[in-house]
């Protein structure tokens, strides 16, 4: 079956402007995370949904960073007021349930890159 | 705060060879689980292989195989028989059961094969 998708897989803005990353999980996954890779470094932890219950937002960077998930599948990352150092490969991920932590296993996309100039 | 350290930049191996990417960690919780994820060029993030922190035997997946030494904190990845598919960047991660699902993940090791 079809992967996890994001869109776009590539976005250039520039510095102040908001962006919308999307991301499309594995159908039937109830579980959704967001995560962040700056250049040369490993992939940072942004926020993880599951099911209905409330988002661990724990790793949002600032209050310029938000996400939704809409009828518990699409999520859109949305980052305000972009600056350049949001620039980063920015990946989603989606596991079955979510409810068994790291026992389940995470198909991450292919992520959207996004550079601010 | 948790920590995943991979302390190799870069690899490089022989075709047919056996390479071993390092890995350390740094956490107090009792339950946790360890990944080597491999992302080549394509931009992919693949799990390699998985090791539950409760087992003491080593996770092995075909020619990839792990070294789990709990007491030093230490999650190593073999790789045998290397392939130049293999060419990728490597990362290490971490996770928690007593958490949600999201990783802790390593600074990643740049494997190159070569022919």
């Known amino acids: 079956g079809a992967g996890v998708s994001q869109s776009p897989s590539n976005k250039v803005t520039e510095k102040g402007k908001d962006v919308e990353l999307r991301c499309d999980p594995i159908s039937g996954h109830t579980a959704l995370y967001w995560y962040r890779q700056s250049l040369g470094q490993g992939l940072e932890f942004l926020i993880y949904f599951q099911g209905n219950s409330a988002p661990d937002k724990s790793g949002l960077p600032s209050d310029r960073f938000s996400a939704e998930r809409t009828g518990g599948s699409v999520s859109t990352l949305t980052i305000q007021r972009t600056e350049q150092r949001d620039s980063a490969m920015y990946r989603c991920?989606?596991?079955?349930?979510?409810?068994?932590?790291?026992?389940?296993?995470?198909?991450f996309g292919p992520g959207t890159r996004l550079t601010v100039l | 705060a948790q920590t995943v350290t991979q302390s190799q930049p870069e690899m490089s191996v022989q075709e047919a060879e056996t390479v071993t990417l390092s890995c350390t960690y740094d956490?107090?919780?009792?339950?946790?689980?360890l990944f080597w994820y491999k992302q080549p060029p394509s931009r992919q993030m693949i799990l390699v292989i998985r090791?539950?922190?409760?087992?003491?035997q080593n996770a092995t997946e075909n020619r990839f195989s792990v070294n789990f030494q709990k007491a030093a904190k230490s999650f190593s990845l073999k790789i045998s028989d290397s392939q130049l598919g293999d060419a990728a960047m490597y990362f290490c991660?971490?996770?928690?059961?007593?958490?949600?699902?999201?990783?802790?993940f390593g600074q990643g090791t740049t494997l190159q094969v070569k022919p």
């Open positions: 991920a989606s596991s079955l349930t979510g409810l068994a932590g790291v026992t389940d296993t995470q198909y």
């Open positions: 090791q539950e922190a409760y087992k003491q």
């Open positions: 991660a971490e996770g928690f059961s007593s958490n949600t699902g999201k990783l802790i």
């Open positions: 956490t107090s919780e009792s339950d946790y689980y």
